[in-house]
């Protein structure tokens, strides 16, 4: 079982950065391939950015140059540093974890734990 809890969002300016962290209880928190998506309002749940458990990384074109993921297993912890923020990035914020051993996962369905989110609100 991985239990995640997301922290780091908020409200800022269009261009400003935000680091979304991602906690995840469990003792094979290393072994287990990461991702964030994210839920705009009357939208569906989409991906953003997943890095495996070996650390290899993939992003939506939407983010791609301005978003970057990373994951310290010492502390159990994924991370998404977001910058040049975009009025369209407003949403609801995911991590969830797929695993164990997975290359990165990029769809949504084979997930299997999933945290309460975080809001990210761009205004302009």
């Known amino acids: 079982q991985v239990q995640l809890v997301e922290s780091g969002g908020g409200l800022v300016q269009a261009g400003d950065s935000l680091r979304l962290s991602c906690a995840a209880s469990?003792?094979?928190?290393?072994?287990?391939?990461m991702g964030w998506f994210r839920q705009a309002p009357r939208k569906d749940r989409e991906f953003v950015a997943a890095?495996?458990?070996?650390?290899?990384?993939h992003y939506a074109d939407s983010v791609k140059g301005r978003f970057t993921i990373s994951r310290d297993n010492a502390k159990k912890t994924v991370y998404l540093q977001m910058n040049s923020l975009k009025p369209e990035d407003t949403a609801v914020y995911y991590c969830?974890?797929?695993?164990?051993?997975?290359?990165?996962?990029?769809?949504?369905?084979?997930?299997?734990?999933w945290g309460q989110g975080t809001q990210v609100t761009v205004s302009t």
């Open positions: 469990g003792r094979t928190f290393s072994t287990y391939s």
């Open positions: 890095i495996s458990w070996g650390g290899t990384t």
């Open positions: 969830a974890a797929a695993g164990p051993r997975r290359s990165v996962v990029t769809i949504k369905s084979e997930y299997e734990y």
